[in-house]
């Protein structure tokens, strides 16, 4: 079966929520086992966990491959037992 293709049972849900403190997301995954990252963190992507990523200037091009230089991207996975968050695409700016 395809990675991109929920098994019968697994569920996902998302929320989303802004103030002007920032921005607030919450996730709730459900699904037999689990699969860990990799053997570092620059491959967590490898495993179970989360992509994320922000344009920031709302420019992206329609049937665009990749980020723009101000774009951001975060992995969110289990690394050694703990929750761990990984940049993985920052703007030239930052």
Do not use: C
């Amino acid at each position: 079966m395809p990675a991109n293709e929920p098994k019968s049972g697994d569920a996902l849900e998302v929320r989303l929520a802004w103030n002007r403190s920032g921005l607030m997301m919450r996730a709730v995954v459900e699904k037999d086992g689990f699969h860990p990252g990799g053997e570092n963190v620059m491959k967590l992507w490898k495993g179970d966990g989360l992509q994320i990523a922000f344009d920031t200037m709302k420019n992206a091009q329609k049937m665009a491959i990749g980020y723009d230089d101000e774009d951001f991207e975060y992995d969110l996975a289990m690394f050694n037992g703990r929750p761990t968050v990984f940049r993985r695409k920052a703007s030239l700016a930052w």
